[in-house]
């Protein structure tokens, strides 16, 4: 059987602006298959942007900064678990990821790592064992299913 690790990302940009802009990168891969059980809990990394633009996006000079926290997330994460998406929306860009162990990345809620910058950043871990939250992101879910409600 074919790990979520065997396969390659797949990233597509995705962009709504029904309520405000939202941009989607979604690891296509990741989301087909979903759920991969071996990685059961969802890690939310949101990172407040320091000079959104009206829209809430990231001008330019932040786009480096925040492909550095990307870059430093899935170096942690390593084969323990896997980045799945990025939103980025009102001002914040959350890391969507799935984990097989939360330690980790738990220490990014006191401290993130070293040359990040000064952002602000929150974690948030939740248990889910169907990958309801990223099958939430790619508008794949099933008929009754309720949307996954992350810890405030």
Do not use: C, F, K
Not at 19 to 41: K, N, R, S, Y
Not at 107 to 132: F, I, K, M, R
């Amino acid at each position: 059987m074919t790990g979520l690790h065997d396969l390659p990302p797949r990233w597509e940009q995705l962009v709504d602006d029904l309520e405000g802009l939202v941009v989607v990168e979604l690891d296509e891969a990741a989301a087909e298959g979903a759920p991969w059980p071996e990685l059961g809990v969802q890690l939310v990394v949101t990172v407040t942007l320091q000079d959104p633009d009206p829209d809430g996006q990231p001008y330019a000079e932040e786009h480096a900064v925040l492909g550095r926290w990307r870059e430093a997330l899935v170096r942690a994460l390593g084969a323990n678990g896997r980045l799945v998406a990025t939103l980025t929306a009102d001002g914040v860009r959350e890391h969507v990821a799935y984990v097989r162990d939360p330690e980790v990345v738990e220490a990014w809620a006191d401290a993130p790592p070293p040359g990040l910058g000064s952002h602000e950043a929150q974690v948030a871990l939740v248990p889910d064992p169907t990958w309801l939250g990223l099958r939430e992101i790619a508008g794949r879910l099933e008929g009754g299913e309720e949307p996954l409600v992350l810890p405030v």
